[in-house]
């Protein structure tokens, strides 16, 4: 018998969750709260999933400080943050359902700031009318990822977190489960599942300075969805942060809060100068992330940033009261990564890639993919940011998705008159680790993930060209043929060399998508720099769809219903951090 398959187990549950974040918890929490059996399983720590380095807030519009808000016009909101490449329909699904995740997370036991009449406080974030943004301090998202994985505790929902899933399995376009193997042993897994929920994040690590920690939002779900049968809407929009820290290299792209801006912190370049005066002399450094994002950039690309390729963000002449109070984590995370006293040195930051605003193509009623009981939600799925995400949305929509999409893969496996399986699919995916395992090619995973970091970090940045997006897609053909070359290397410590050539595969098939979609939209919008074609192009405002069979297919976006559409108005920024 082949030894690796001695060394498999077979599990079956009704719906499986690839991902152990907040909207993976989220959709697991839904079925077993309507008594069905659910596994979650992840790559990362559930501790340490993504979620919890969300800090800002999360958004309803409960009307607790401002009771003229409604759902009407947080969506209104959305989709002109969105540059209009929002999809409506999501757009309102989420904001009407917005309080009811708020009030589920209260039900799990979060707690939120609140008035001294014990409202829950809610305070102006980017580029919302009304305030709408609760929070917890500055670690909401660790607040809710807490919240979360206690409540699943008490549902008793097995969470295995060592788990990377390397193939979902399908068969005649319905998926029937997943395979994987154990990243400390090597044990292989074969999950047998009436429904898979994608919830493994997006794909902003493929940049070289990026937000996102070593070995996650690798494109994971990308991968696993197209390879099962599914298609990437619109992978060319991603949100760049304006201040990521330049060093240690291991640490690159950790984010410097933007509150440090916003308690007065002010950007300078390596002329001392403070540039923002040229690209929004009204909002200075209280503009939008985009726009400081495109202004550091083209300080640093014109010559005017400092040696290691960066700018100056300064919080010196803040009294020191005002940093230790309201920049604590800011202040300690400098100290840490670079012995750094920030009341008495500047900060070197430059934009770092943050944010997947595209990601799996899905239905916006209940987030299904092209593959029949496959979900995507979260950071993998699209549909609600557009061009840019509006400040606090990211966490309100694994909240109402996670709700829908659990109901929806339990419906769906209720549905089912048997349970499908296929041998082929199987061996298949067997296959598939069995020769990684035997690769024992002079290349090495790492380098060549470092070579597509380069790559789209070059050309594909936060302003892109066509001659630099085609010498990209060139770039990455040659990556492409030495990864046939690999080597890999399991060892006692575990079997990471194997996952970091799945997490190579994954990043290169985003990184495809990527600047396909980028080069086919040629205009500027958003978060999307095309220093070539610098103007918004009408034809355009639609959504861009990839997939290796088709290429970049342009996705017709639905009117904005009349309620809506009459409630988008520019809003005040006076004295307000735009997110």
């Not at 990026?210 to 197209?226: H, K, Q």
């Not at 912190?265 to 985009?290: H, I």
């Not at 080069?519 to 959504?543: F, I, K, W």
Request: proline share 4%; with cysteine.
């Amino acid at each position: 018998m082949n030894e690796n398959i001695s060394r498999e187990r077979t599990v079956s549950t009704t719906v499986l969750v690839i991902g152990t974040g907040g909207s993976g918890l989220r959709a697991a929490i839904e079925v077993a709260e309507q008594g069905v059996d659910v596994i979650t399983v992840g790559k990362r720590p559930r501790h340490d999933a993504h979620t919890s380095l969300a800090a800002g807030g999360i958004n309803a519009a409960l009307g607790t400080m401002d009771p003229a808000d409604s759902w009407q016009q947080h969506a209104a909101d959305t989709i002109k943050e969105s540059y209009f490449l929002a999809d409506p329909r999501t757009v309102e699904i989420v904001t009407r359902g917005a309080e009811e995740g708020i009030r589920d997370l209260e039900r799990y036991g979060m707690g939120f700031a609140r008035e001294a009449d014990g409202r829950i406080s809610q305070r102006f974030f980017g580029a919302h009318t009304y305030r709408r943004t609760a929070f917890a301090g500055d670690y909401t998202g660790l607040e809710i990822q807490r919240a979360l994985i206690h409540h699943a505790e008490q549902l008793e929902i097995p969470v295995l977190d060592t788990i990377y899933i390397t193939r979902l399995l399908v068969d005649e376009g319905q998926v029937f489960g997943a395979y994987g193997f154990d990243l400390a042993d090597g044990t292989r897994y074969v999950i047998h599942a009436d429904a898979v929920v994608l919830a493994a994040g997006g794909h902003n690590r493929i940049w070289r300075r990026t937000s996102s920690r070593r070995d996650e939002n690798t494109g994971d779900s990308f991968r696993l969805a197209v390879e099962a049968g599914g298609r990437i809407r619109d992978p060319e929009l991603v949100q760049f942060h304006p201040s990521g820290i330049l060093e240690p290299e291991s640490d690159a792209g950790t984010l410097v809060s933007e509150a440090a801006r916003g308690e007065g912190g002010v950007l300078r370049n390596a002329l001392g100068e403070r540039f923002m005066e040229r690209y929004d002399p009204e909002r200075m450094e209280l503009s939008t992330r985009d726009r400081v994002a495109l202004a550091a950039y083209t300080e640093i690309a014109e010559g005017r940033g400092t040696p290691n390729g960066g700018v100056w963000l300064d919080v010196t002449h803040l009294p020191r009261e005002t940093i230790m109070t309201r920049l604590p984590r800011v202040y300690q995370t400098m100290l840490e990564l670079q012995m750094k006293d920030i009341t008495r040195e500047p900060i070197e930051i430059a934009p770092t890639a943050h944010y997947s605003m595209g990601g799996v193509w899905v239905r916006p009623e209940d987030h299904r993919t092209d593959v029949d009981g496959l979900y995507a939600i979260g950071e993998a799925s699209s549909g609600l940011h557009g061009a840019n995400r509006l400040g606090g949305n990211s966490l309100i929509e694994l909240l109402v998705f996670g709700r829908i999409v659990g109901r929806a893969a339990v419906a769906h496996s209720r549905s089912l008159p048997a349970q499908r399986r296929s041998p082929a699919a199987l061996a298949q995916a067997r296959k598939e680790v069995d020769d990684l395992l035997s690769a024992d090619g002079p290349e090495n995973v790492r380098a060549l993930q470092r070579a597509i970091r380069d790559t789209m970090t070059t050309h594909a940045g936060v302003v892109r060209d066509e001659e630099g997006l085609r010498r990209g897609i060139a770039e990455l053909d040659a990556i492409e043929a030495r990864m046939a070359d690999v080597g890999i290397h399991p060892d006692i410590a575990g079997y990471q060399d194997l996952a970091h050539a799945f997490d190579l595969r994954s990043s290169a098939l985003a990184a495809r998508a990527t600047l396909e979609a980028a080069r086919e939209r040629r205009e500027s919008r958003g978060c999307h720099n095309r220093s070539d074609y610098p103007d918004q192009d009408p034809t355009l405002q639609v959504n861009l769809v990839w997939s290796p069979a088709t290429g970049v297919v342009r996705e017709d976006i639905p009117p904005v219903p009349e309620e809506i559409a009459e409630l988008i108005r520019d809003v005040d920024q006076t004295g307000k951090l735009v997110e």
